[in-house]
């Protein structure tokens, strides 16, 4: 998302990774009522992804990454890939500015200052209680006695 534009950003988002993870969980209902046997499903769906394992190799490392982490070299040449790829020809300058006062991060700091101790907060809860629910309904989704494709389509685990 970091290479995207602001004005794209909530687009991107939206339409190829939170639409394409809900496109694959709603689509596995009917995956799993093509293919009812579970060894056949799981070989599929761990297959699927290998026509996409050469995109892999055009990624890059992140370079906001690389320059937070001091490799300003590998941060250039990041930049000059990704650049090559869009048909951008300009010179990359990097200001290369020292923090003295930074020092690394502990747990501790999610806690420090009232905004990011409110936010920890609130996902850590979010988190815990979407992850309690959703493990509660796929443990206890046989007793409702419904069929295994509405199973999948509600629970995604079945």
Same mark, same amino acid.
């Given at each position: 998302?970091?290479?995207?534009?602001?004005?794209?950003?909530?687009?991107?988002?939206?339409?190829?990774?939170?639409?394409?993870?809900?496109?694959?969980?709603?689509?596995?209902?009917?995956?799993?009522?093509?293919?009812?046997?579970?060894?056949?499903?799981?070989?599929l769906v761990a297959v699927g992804f290998?026509?996409?394992?050469?995109?892999? @190799?055009? %990624?890059?490392?992140? #370079?906001?990454?690389?320059?937070? *982490?001091?490799?300003?070299?590998?941060?250039?040449? &990041?930049?000059?890939?990704?650049?090559?790829?869009?048909?951008?020809?300009?010179?990359?300058?990097?200001?290369?500015?020292?923090?003295?006062?930074?020092?690394?991060?502990?747990? @501790?700091? %999610?806690?420090?200052? #009232?905004?990011?101790?409110?936010? *920890?907060?609130?996902?850590?809860?979010?988190?815990? &209680?979407?992850?309690?629910?959703?493990?509660?309904?796929?443990?206890?989704?046989?007793?409702?006695?419904?069929?295994?494709?509405?199973?999948?389509?509600?629970?995604?685990?079945?």
């Amino acid at each position: 998302l970091e290479l995207v534009g602001s004005s794209w950003r909530a687009i991107v988002c939206v339409a190829f990774i939170e639409g394409g993870w809900t496109l694959g969980y709603l689509s596995l209902a009917l995956v799993s009522w093509l293919l009812p046997d579970a060894f056949n499903l799981q070989i599929l769906v761990a297959v699927g992804f290998l026509p996409f394992a050469p995109l892999l @190799l055009l %990624l890059t490392e992140s #370079p906001k990454w690389l320059l937070a *982490t001091g490799r300003v070299q590998e941060c250039k040449d &990041a930049i000059k890939k990704i650049m090559k790829f869009n048909h951008i020809e300009k010179e990359i300058i990097i200001h290369e500015e020292k923090d003295e006062t930074s020092s690394k991060a502990n747990f @501790l700091d %999610l806690f420090r200052t #009232p905004m990011i101790r409110r936010n *920890t907060i609130v996902i850590s809860l979010a988190w815990f &209680a979407l992850g309690t629910l959703y493990f509660g309904l796929s443990l206890h989704m046989p007793e409702f006695k419904a069929n295994k494709s509405w199973e999948t389509r509600h629970t995604g685990d079945r």
